[in-house]
Each structure stands twice: as structure tokens, then as C-alpha cells.
């Protein structure tokens, strides 16, 4: 047999051999040390002279050395104390209020909470196991189709390998030798895309068909509001925050008002009104965050480095790279002004209509969404806008997970002891993956078995498209009976030679990967997202069941992928933005 049919055996025989359920890392290592020990074969040295072992220690303490793989553990362990530690169930409540009027609404807040919960922890498993147990039952009980239910926490729970910080993204980029913060801004768009073509579908389909999302009871619509806050509002038409700002100005106008059996005091009345402040801060804090990076962040950044350019020569080319004379074009100002506006508009309407209610969902949001989606928000903020390594936001992630656990006294030695040791596993998983895939690789290539695919795939005379669609194709196929581990670290690198020769971007590729690879966990048979759902699942709910609920969402990504490739600016406009081409 020759080389190349040898190096081709080695691939078809690694699927079969995972698919029996061996463990990948050293099935990858076992296979990679068996053909290149044939590979490397010379009758005339002795059997532990063969180079094979030197190509073991060799790529093993590269793998090891790859600075990108630092940041995982961190990762991990951020995910891992937040699945121990924090408050899921009192997030689904609180969205769940807040969505009470929309259709299929316990649907929508699951969805969200998948999502975000999903971007804080990154596990799939976690998540589709925690809102399994927190809202597969809520949903059964309100008379939502099973379908519509298990496929919402499925295909939701696969969001957080997608949306950044992802570790995917990061074994992508080990394997690819691609920045990992490009990578993660070009993700940025995309994943919050998809999620939202799920939740058309999932508003869509309940629209259509109201019997697969009936409406909510009353009683589960009701907003529990404190007696207080009705009484302060009530001589106001209702409106509660005209009522509390005139209370703070005029204390006497709560007299007589109980709180708990005690006197309104002026430091409640005071924490209502910042709670209700809350929306307003956001929104200006988020306008003020994009006129400070657009406007001043990058004005000092051209003026720091204005005396390095002037060595470089004339006036013109000072002015060229550096942007010096020149600020944010007019259509930003035109484009931000119009924008403050509408949200100033939006918040003058919001305020003055303000109920008890809505400030009582204010205060939920707040307390269950809020610390985690600022410590998100942080992680990702640093990691994009260039203030720290992705390495050095992990460990900022990490501790103000434990922080936000041990606030919401949720975390104990023992469930410590548990995120650290599930994190020490998951990252050694990881780091075998790779010394396995280091080795399999490079005995495949030395075996001829890359140059021959290449060859293969060029005779073919595939235009860029076709080959998008081909190489995509395969990833999907592979998809069914491999997780996405394997796929990144055995198949991808075979796809990535290739991309120079059809003028592909890999961040674009590699995010279409990314993509791809969510129908991993929602394809049978392996279908992972479902296995881990009918663990949690009532009796009665069957594993088809749940198989025909997801297949929507493998179209709908399909559809996502289609939608990127045709419109590219999706997902390498941010990434182009912030870091240049």
C-alpha cells in the first residue's frame, strides 16, 4: 500500500474508531504513533530508534507552548462557578415577566436566558440540563407543543459554544493560527443573529398556530408589586416615577405610607428610584461607550503614534496614516445624533408611562440579570477594544464569577472543589486533543495524505462558492456522528492549506465553521444537546420527540449560513473596524 492510500486509511479509520466510542485524544495519538512508526519504518535501526518518538516529544511540547491555549482554563473555570454558583432560575422568572405579553412567552425566555446564559458559561451541557429542569415543565404545564419546547432549549443551549468568549473559537484558532480576538469580534454579529432568527421562528410558528404556545394564565402574567408602590403611585394615575422623584424632593408626601410594617423611610425611596433609573443608564452608558471609543479612543490613539509616522516622511503620509486633521466622518454624527434622539424620545415615553409593574420588573432584571451581564459585557469589552489579552480578560471573567457566587451566597467548598476539579478535566481534554491532533496531523501529512486531497480538491476546478459549499457540506455531514472537537482539530486543519488558493478568509470560513458546527449538537445520531435534555425530561417526553423539535434549527442555521456568505459585512465588518483588514 502506498503512502498516500496509508495516510488516507489513517482518516477513514479515525472516524470509525471514534465513532465505537474511543476516546479521541488517544485514539488520535495511538493511530498517529502506529502509521508513523510504518511511516518512519528502517529495518536496520532498532525499533526504539525510530523517529517517530522524536515527532511525538516534538509536537507535544509545541502544543504545550501555544500561548493561545493559556486562556481555556480560565474560560473553564469561569463557566464551570457559574454553573455552580449563580441564580438561573431567578433570571428565567424575571425575563419571563418581562416577556409576559409576547407571544409563546415562556418559549421567548428561554431562548434568552439560553443565550445568555450560554455566553456567560459556555457549556452546552450545563445549560441545556439547567433550563431542562428550570422550564421544560413550566412549558409542558402551560400546554406548549413538546416540540416547540425541547427544541427552544436545545437549540438555545448550543448558542454559548457560538457567541464569544467561546472556547471553540479559541481551539479554532490554535489549530488555524488566527487571532483569537479577530475571531471573537467577528463572531460577535453573527451568533446574536442566529439567536435572533430563532426567536422569529419560534414568535413566527406561535403566531401562526396559537395552540402550540397558548397564552399564559393570568395569575402567571401578574407582576407581584409591593402595596407601597402602588399607594405612592396611585395619586399619579399610576405612574410611579413622577411619584418617586416629587417623593424625594418632598418627603412629607409619603407620610403615613408602610413598608413591611415600618414607615416609607427616604433611603427606600431612594433605592426604588435608582432601580428605576437603571434602563436610562444603560442606554446612556451604551451611547457614551461608542462615542468614546469612535471619537476619542481613536483620536489618541493617531496622536500617540504621530511621532513614530513623522520619521517615516512627508506631511501627506503623516496625514494619510495617521488621520491627523481628520475626525469620524459626518455620516457618524448625523447617523449618533439621530440615534440619541430616538433614544432620549424613547425614554422620555418609557419614564413618563412608568408603572409599579414595570418598576417591579426592573428591580428582577436588575438583580438576577444584571451583575452577570456586566461581568459579560466587561470580559468581552476588554478583549475587543484591545485593553487586555484574551488570556488576562479569562482571569478577570474568572474572578468576578467567584465574586458575583459568593455575593449571591450560592457557592460553597464543596461546589468549589467541583468547578475546579471539571475545569482541571475539560482543560486536559483540550490539551491531549491537541497533542493527538499534533501528531495525527503531521504523519498524515508526511504520509502524503494532505497533498493528495489537495490535489484531488484542485482537479476538481471549483470556483470559490463551490468550494465554500463543498468544504461546508462535509463539515455538516461530519457533524452527525463526530462533536465538534474532533471536527476542529482532525478535519478543519485538512480544509485550511486550501483557503489561499480560492481567496477565502479564514476568519470568514472559520466563523461559517463555527456556525456550521452548532448542528453538531442537533443532529442525530449523536445529537448531544438532545441526550442531555431527555436526562432531565418527564417520562413522556421521547427522544423523537425531541429530534423533531430541533430539526427546524438545523434549517434555520443552514439559513444563517446562507445569509453570511451573502452578506459578508455580517461578520468581518466589526473585526475590520476594530483591528483594521
Keep these: 500500500m502506498s503512502d498516500p492510500a496509508l495516510g488516507l486509511s489513517m482518516l477513514g479509520l479515525i472516524v470509525v474508531v471514534i465513532i465505537l466510542g474511543f476516546p479521541t485524544a488517544f485514539t488520535l495519538m495511538g493511530l498517529g504513533m502506529i502509521f508513523g512508526y510504518i511511516a518512519f519504518y528502517d529495518p536496520t535501526q532498532a525499533w526504539y530508534?525510530?523517529?517517530?518518538?522524536?515527532?511525538?516529544?516534538?509536537?507535544?511540547?509545541?502544543?504545550?507552548?501555544?500561548?493561545?491555549?493559556?486562556?481555556?482554563?480560565?474560560?473553564?473555570?469561569?463557566?464551570?462557578?457559574?454553573?455552580?454558583?449563580?441564580?438561573?432560575?431567578?433570571?428565567?422568572?424575571?425575563?419571563q415577566l418581562a416577556f409576559r405579553n409576547v407571544p409563546a412567552a415562556l418559549a421567548v425566555a428561554t431562548l434568552l436566558v439560553c443565550t445568555f446564559w450560554g455566553?456567560?458559561?459556555?457549556?452546552?451541557?450545563?445549560?441545556?440540563?439547567?433550563?431542562?429542569?428550570?422550564?421544560?415543565?413550566?412549558?409542558?404545564?402551560?400546554?406548549?407543543?413538546?416540540?416547540?419546547?425541547?427544541?427552544?432549549?436545545?437549540?438555545?443551549?448550543?448558542?454559548?459554544?457560538?457567541?464569544?468568549?467561546?472556547?471553540?473559537?479559541?481551539?479554532?484558532?490554535?489549530?488555524?493560527?488566527?487571532?483569537?480576538?479577530?475571531?471573537?469580534?467577528?463572531?460577535?454579529?453573527?451568533?446574536?443573529?442566529?439567536?435572533?432568527?430563532?426567536?422569529?421562528?419560534?414568535?413566527?410558528?406561535?403566531?401562526?398556530?396559537?395552540?402550540?404556545?397558548?397564552?399564559?394564565?393570568?395569575?402567571?402574567?401578574?407582576?407581584?408589586?409591593?402595596?407601597?408602590?402602588?399607594?405612592?403611585?396611585?395619586?399619579?394615575?399610576?405612574?410611579?416615577f413622577p411619584a418617586l422623584s416629587l417623593?424625594?424632593?418632598?418627603?412629607?408626601?409619603?407620610?403615613?405610607?408602610?413598608?413591611?410594617?415600618?414607615?416609607?423611610?427616604?433611603?427606600?425611596l431612594l433605592q426604588a428610584w435608582a432601580y428605576a433609573l437603571v434602563p436610562l443608564t444603560l442606554v446612556a452608558g451604551t451611547l457614551a461607550l461608542i462615542w468614546w471609543y469612535v471619537v476619542i479612543h481613536q483620536q489618541a490613539g493617531a496622536a500617540e503614534a504621530l511621532p513614530a509616522i513623522e520619521q517615516l516622511g512627508t506631511p501627506d503620509l503623516v496625514q494619510e496614516e495617521t488621520g491627523e486633521g481628520k475626525g469620524p466622518p459626518t455620516a457618524f454624527y448625523l447617523w449618533f445624533g439621530a440615534?440619541?434622539?430616538?433614544?432620549?424620545?424613547?425614554?422620555?415615553?418609557?419614564?413618563?408611562?412608568?408603572?409599579?409593574?414595570?418598576?417591579?420588573?426592573?428591580?428582577?432584571?436588575?438583580?438576577?440579570?444584571?451583575?452577570?451581564?456586566?461581568?459579560?459585557?466587561?470580559?468581552?469589552?476588554?478583549?475587543?477594544?484591545?485593553?487586555?489579552?484574551?488570556?488576562?480578560?479569562?482571569?478577570?471573567?474568572?474572578?468576578?464569577?467567584?465574586?458575583?457566587?459568593?455575593?449571591?451566597?450560592?457557592?460553597?467548598?464543596?461546589?468549589?472543589?467541583?468547578a475546579v476539579f471539571l475545569t482541571a478535566k475539560t482543560t486536559s481534554m483540550v490539551c491531549w486533543l491537541f497533542v493527538g491532533s499534533a501528531i495525527f496531523s503531521a504523519v498524515f501529512a508526511l504520509l502524503g495524505g494532505q497533498a493528495l486531497l489537495e490535489r484531488w480538491v484542485l482537479s476538481l476546478d471549483l470556483s470559490p462558492l463551490q468550494f465554500m459549499i463543498l468544504s461546508q457540506a462535509i463539515i455538516f455531514v461530519l457533524g452527525w456522528p463526530l462533536e465538534w472537537t474532533e471536527i476542529i482539530v482532525i478535519f478543519v486543519p485538512?480544509?485550511?492549506?486550501?483557503?489561499?488558493?480560492?481567496?477565502?478568509?479564514?476568519?470568514?470560513?472559520?466563523?461559517?465553521?463555527?456556525?456550521?458546527?452548532?448542528?453538531?449538537?442537533?443532529?442525530?445520531?449523536?445529537?448531544?444537546?438532545?441526550?442531555?435534555?431527555?436526562?432531565?425530561?418527564?417520562p413522556h417526553v421521547t427522544i423523537n420527540q425531541i429530534f423533531a423539535g430541533m430539526m427546524p434549527y438545523m434549517l434555520i442555521v443552514?439559513?444563517?449560513?446562507?445569509l453570511m456568505y451573502l452578506w459578508p459585512g455580517l461578520t468581518l465588518w466589526l473585526p475590520e473596524y476594530l483591528y483594521g483588514g
Design 119 to 240: 455566553i456567560a458559561s459556555g457549556l452546552v451541557g450545563a445549560v441545556v440540563v439547567l433550563m431542562g429542569v428550570i422550564a421544560l415543565n413550566p412549558m409542558l404545564k402551560a400546554g406548549y407543543d413538546v416540540r416547540l419546547s425541547s427544541g427552544v432549549i436545545t437549540a438555545g443551549g448550543t448558542l454559548g459554544i457560538l457567541i464569544p468568549p467561546s472556547v471553540m473559537i479559541i481551539v479554532y484558532a490554535a489549530v488555524a493560527g488566527q487571532s483569537v480576538v479577530k475571531l471573537y469580534a467577528a463572531a460577535m454579529f453573527p451568533g446574536f443573529f442566529l439567536a435572533f432568527l430563532y426567536l422569529v421562528y419560534i414568535v413566527g410558528w406561535a403566531l401562526l398556530n396559537p395552540r402550540v404556545a397558548p397564552a399564559l394564565p393570568p395569575e402567571q402574567r401578574q407582576v407581584p408589586v409591593p402595596d407601597w408602590t402602588r399607594t405612592l403611585a396611585e395619586p399619579h394615575r399610576g405612574r410611579v
Design 558 to 562: 443552514i439559513l444563517c449560513m446562507v
Design 339 to 418: 440615534i440619541a434622539l430616538g433614544c432620549a424620545a424613547l425614554m422620555l415615553r418609557y419614564y413618563a408611562r412608568m408603572t409599579a409593574e414595570r418598576l417591579e420588573v426592573i428591580r428582577m432584571l436588575t438583580d438576577a440579570v444584571l451583575p452577570l451581564g456586566l461581568l459579560t459585557v466587561i470580559v468581552l469589552a476588554v478583549i475587543l477594544f484591545g485593553i487586555t489579552t484574551a488570556t488576562e480578560s479569562a482571569a478577570v471573567g474568572a474572578a468576578g464569577a467567584f465574586l458575583l457566587a459568593f455575593h449571591a451566597r450560592t457557592l460553597n467548598w464543596k461546589k468549589i472543589k467541583e
Design 247 to 268: 417623593a424625594l424632593l418632598s418627603p412629607l408626601r409619603v407620610r403615613g405610607i408602610q413598608r413591611d410594617g415600618q414607615p416609607l423611610t427616604w433611603g427606600a
Design 49 to 95: 530508534a525510530n523517529r517517530i518518538f522524536d515527532l511525538m516529544v516534538q509536537r507535544t511540547y509545541g502544543a504545550m507552548t501555544n500561548d493561545v491555549l493559556i486562556s481555556i482554563p480560565l474560560f473553564v473555570l469561569m463557566g464551570y462557578v457559574m454553573e455552580r454558583g449563580a441564580l438561573v432560575d431567578k433570571m428565567f422568572y424575571a425575563v
Design 494 to 538: 485538512i480544509f485550511l492549506p486550501m483557503l489561499k488558493h480560492f481567496g477565502i478568509d479564514p476568519i470568514l470560513w472559520g466563523v461559517l465553521v463555527f456556525v456550521n458546527l452548532q448542528a453538531a449538537f442537533l443532529s442525530p445520531p449523536v445529537a448531544m444537546s438532545a441526550f442531555y435534555l431527555k436526562g432531565v425530561a418527564p
